[in-house]
T-cell receptor, first 113, second 117 residues
């Protein structure tokens, strides 16, 4: 498959453990955030989003936490499975420039048995 | 499978050449977005079209152009290619026509890998 970001930071976790992927953003005006998952050979896939008026949002096995004070976003994956192996990106947009997403560089998640 | 298709999957060409990448959006989606993903810069938004009209522009070079046809498929044209244009090019589609990405989920295709030699 296609390789993306050969020099991405990598998080290795054991199957069944919880994973935490972090993202720091620089624009204090950013107020909408999305986490994407990109598997090898595929395009990015929407996982979960959060607005800046929230600190936490939960989906199916995933939780996104937003700390606006330190401009930090995290994605928590519960009971990590081999199918979760992928590159994960955060993306942001601000209220005064909502026509495009700014993507982070990504983190590679590797799940081993 | 997102429902967005892109052709070709791989493209190898030489510097100075021109190529055309093609994208078919999900059935019913009117907006098409183009992105470039390179190893050193990650995903970058290039341009958005809605129902045939340009709607938003990002970091698209003047050597690049795009269009959306009446059947809603889109083409990205890259000319005077340089080594630095080697990248993955993704197309995404959404149902909304506004420029805001908020609550406007984009569905990405599998990408075209362009290699410029």
């Amino acid at each position: 498959g296609e390789s993306v970001g050969l020099h991405l930071p990598t998080l290795s976790v054991q199957e069944g453990d919880n994973s935490i992927i972090n993202c720091a953003y620089s624009n204090s005006a950013s107020d909408y955030f999305i986490w994407y998952k990109q598997e090898s050979g595929k395009g990015p896939q929407f996982i979960i989003d959060i607005r800046s008026n929230m600190d936490k949002r939960q989906g199916q096995r995933v939780t996104v936490l937003l700390n606006k004070t330190v401009k930090h976003l995290s994605l928590q994956i519960a009971a990590t499975q081999p199918g979760d192996s992928a590159v994960y990106f955060c993306a942001e947009t601000s209220s005064y420039n909502t026509d495009k997403l700014i993507f982070g560089t990504g983190t590679r998640l590797q799940v081993f048995p | 499978d997102s429902g967005v298709t892109q052709t070709p999957k791989h493209l190898i060409t030489a510097t100075g050449q021109r190529v055309t990448l093609r994208c078919s959006p999900r059935s019913g989606d009117l907006s098409v977005y183009w992105y470039q993903q390179s190893l050193d810069q990650g995903l970058q938004f290039l341009i958005q079209y809605y129902n045939g009209e340009e709607r938003a522009k990002g970091n698209i070079l003047e050597r690049f152009s795009a269009q959306q046809f009446p059947d809603l498929h889109s083409e990205l044209n890259l000319s005077s290619l340089e080594l630095g244009d080697s990248a993955l090019y993704f197309c995404a589609s959404s149902s909304e026509g506004g420029t805001s990405v908020v609550d406007n989920e984009q569905f990405f295709g599998p990408g075209t890998r362009l290699t410029v030699l």
